[in-house]
């Protein structure tokens, strides 16, 4: 199995402020066919399902607010938040899609400062 | 509009079974690959079970902790996905959520129900 490790546990950022969320894979999600990273990020609020955030990476779901983006490849990536506001206050996910089973990594509480 | 609706969830004994329904509007069950997460009170969220598509041949995949004992299906309405859970153990006491992928590759979720609690417990 793939798993999934995240860092930090949780982080306060004040209003405005940078949040970066680390992710790092047991092994690569990187497929050579198609060069795509198979990870995803989802973020949950209190009392709510998951929301996609964003897939392949990088690839940023519909709807989603561009101070979201997501980097990295092969085992390490990244969510940042560019500028943090008070409706981004939430437990974000990393998950795997390269192989089954599919793996989230633990979770990442972000709070305001 | 695209919606998913958990129920069936409740209070079950140990070893007994429980079968959650996961209703459908806006599309047909079979259409899109579907998935089962759960999570456990004040914990993270685990990957449970998952449905290809027809399209990729309707096939299932399970987590080791509740393969043997979990099934996902679909109706032959097409409105409803289940997820059968026998011989229940305490451990599988959580919020099971099912999801949807209309929009994105096939292990990643953009459409969620709002969840069914389900807690195992003598």
């Known amino acids: 199995d793939i798993v999934m490790t995240q860092s930090p546990d949780s982080q306060a950022v004040s209003l405005g402020e940078r949040a970066t969320i680390n992710c790092k894979s047991s092994q690569s999600v990187l497929y050579s066919s198609n060069n795509k990273n198979y990870l995803a990020w989802y973020q949950q609020k209190p009392g709510q399902p998951p929301k996609l955030l964003i897939y392949w990476a990088s690839t940023r779901e519909s709807g989603v607010p561009d101070r979201f983006s997501g980097s990295g490849s092969g085992t390490d990536f990244t969510l940042t938040i560019s500028s943090l506001q008070a409706e981004d206050v939430a437990v974000y996910y990393c998950?795997?899609?390269?192989?089954?089973?599919?793996?989230f990594g633990p979770g990442t509480k972000v709070d305001i400062k | 509009e695209v919606q998913l609706a958990e129920s069936g969830g409740g209070l079950v004994q140990p070893g007994r079974s429980l079968r959650l329904s996961c209703t459908i509007s806006g599309f047909t069950f079979g259409d899109y690959a579907m998935t089962w997460v759960r999570q456990a009170p004040g914990k993270g969220l685990e990957w449970v079970s998952f449905i290809r598509s027809k399209a990729y041949g309707g096939t299932t995949e399970y987590a080791a902790s509740v393969k043997g004992r979990f099934t996902i299906s679909g109706d032959d309405s097409k409105t409803i996905a289940y997820l059968q859970m026998n011989s229940l153990k305490t451990e599988d006491t959580a919020m099971y959520y099912c999801g949807a992928a209309l929009t994105t590759p096939g292990g990643v979720f953009d459409i969620w129900g709002q969840g069914t609690m389900v807690t195992v417990s003598s």
């Open positions: 998950q795997q899609y390269y192989g089954i089973p599919f793996t």
